[in-house]
């Protein structure tokens, strides 16, 4: 009779247990993968940044926009990924009380919203260059860049001052909860979209007109990658408001690092369209060598 119980307990719990390991198993998998993911739109931002920096050819537009996008991205691998990643590891539980959890808002919105405007400017700058480059001059293209720029970061920082003044519910510490409960990057993500439709009239075989194919291309890609990326969390939060929908957290964190994950993208899609950039890294690591 005991040997038959003990049988019985065996066979009921073993298949618990399995599941329990793969579960276990699969979540570990799941961190480092997103740890690396991390780690790696750190570094890459940063190679970008180094060779904006080292190059003198690249001390001018467009490339202050991308040193500008490179920095947004910098930051959302330094500041934000990083205490997402804890927020993950705690079953999306926030235990590092509520000064933190304002800090770590606040600088999801500017990085994240810095983000979403540089690339808005890129694909600006490069509309307006590519459809009146007779009177986007380099004089004005400079002003203008510099303008956006300004404009992409004191908006982003309005934006992200707003949790600690109140707007919208940030911390709860009874639920352990922290997150903004209105979602903060609509405005922007609206302006982005419309942006995002515009279309490149450029037929012909000139060296110019090759030009403004590959930077219109550059571009789709771009903006194309940033819709795929932070649609369906921008989804997601205008829709839970509106019908009161139960999504389970899993998507949330998923769309979350999807969207995280577009600055790992913008310097790859970028640097993949620019020869001067890949010159630029080969002289960077054969001078390191």
Same mark, same amino acid.
Not at 46 to 69: E, K
Not at 151 to 174: D, H, M, N, Q, R
Not at 234 to 254: A, G, H, R
């Given at each position: 009779?005991?040997?038959?119980?003990?049988? /019985?307990? *065996?066979?009921?719990?073993?298949?618990? @247990?399995f599941y329990q390991k793969s579960v276990s198993i699969f979540s570990i998998?799941?961190?480092?993968?997103?740890?690396?993911?991390?780690?790696?739109?750190?570094?890459?931002?940063?190679?970008?940044?180094?060779?904006?920096?080292?190059?003198?050819?690249?001390?001018?537009? $467009?490339?202050?926009?991308?040193?500008?996008?490179?920095?947004?991205?910098?930051?959302?691998?330094?500041?934000?990924?990083?205490?997402?990643?804890?927020? @993950?590891?705690?079953?999306?539980?926030?235990?590092?009380?509520?000064?933190?959890?304002?800090?770590?808002?606040?600088?999801?919105?500017?990085?994240?919203?810095?983000?979403?405007?540089?690339?808005?400017?890129?694909?600006? =700058?490069?509309?307006?260059?590519?459809?009146?480059?007779?009177?986007?001059?380099?004089?004005?293209?400079?002003?203008?860049?510099?303008?956006?720029?300004?404009?992409? /970061?004191?908006?982003?920082?309005?934006?992200?001052?707003? $949790?600690?003044?109140?707007?919208?519910?940030?911390?709860? @510490?009874?639920?352990?909860?922290?997150?903004?409960?209105?979602?903060?990057?609509?405005?922007?993500?609206?302006?982005?979209?419309?942006?995002?439709?515009?279309?490149?009239?450029? =037929?012909?075989?000139?060296?110019?007109?090759?030009? @403004?194919?590959?930077?219109?291309?550059?571009?789709?890609?771009?903006?194309?990658?940033?819709?795929?990326? /932070?649609? $369906?969390?921008?989804?997601?939060?205008?829709?839970?408001?509106?019908?009161?929908?139960?999504?389970?957290?899993?998507?949330k964190s998923i769309f979350l690092w999807l969207g995280y994950s577009n600055?790992?993208?913008? $310097?790859?899609?970028?640097?993949?369209?620019?020869?001067?950039? *890949?010159?630029?890294?080969? *002289?960077?690591?054969?001078?390191?060598?």
């Amino acid at each position: 009779m005991d040997f038959n119980t003990t049988l /019985w307990n *065996n066979q009921s719990t073993g298949p618990a @247990e399995f599941y329990q390991k793969s579960v276990s198993i699969f979540s570990i998998l799941i961190l480092t993968l997103l740890a690396i993911l991390v780690l790696a739109t750190f570094l890459w931002n940063v190679l970008v940044l180094v060779t904006i920096l080292r190059v003198r050819t690249f001390h001018r537009v $467009p490339h202050n926009l991308v040193a500008s996008m490179a920095i947004s991205d910098v930051m959302v691998a330094a500041l934000v990924m990083p205490l997402s990643l804890v927020h @993950e590891l705690n079953g999306r539980r926030w235990r590092l009380g509520k000064v933190l959890c304002q800090v770590w808002i606040s600088f999801d919105v500017l990085c994240c919203t810095a983000s979403i405007w540089n690339v808005t400017a890129i694909a600006l =700058d490069r509309y307006w260059s590519i459809t009146r480059h007779l009177e986007y001059t380099l004089k004005t293209r400079k002003k203008i860049s510099n303008i956006m720029i300004v404009l992409t /970061w004191v908006l982003s920082a309005v934006i992200s001052l707003s $949790p600690l003044f109140g707007w919208g519910k940030t911390y709860s @510490e009874e639920d352990e909860q922290c997150q903004v409960k209105e979602a903060s990057h609509q405005p922007q993500m609206v302006f982005t979209v419309r942006h995002a439709t515009v279309t490149f009239q450029t =037929d012909g075989d000139t060296w110019r007109e090759q030009k @403004e194919k590959k930077a219109a291309l550059m571009v789709g890609i771009l903006i194309g990658v940033f819709v795929l990326c /932070w649609i $369906p969390f921008f989804i997601t939060e205008l829709i839970n408001p509106l019908c009161s929908c139960d999504i389970p957290p899993i998507w949330k964190s998923i769309f979350l690092w999807l969207g995280y994950s577009n600055s790992f993208f913008n $310097p790859l899609i970028y640097t993949a369209f620019n020869k001067n950039y *890949n010159n630029a890294f080969r *002289n960077l690591f054969s001078r390191q060598r």
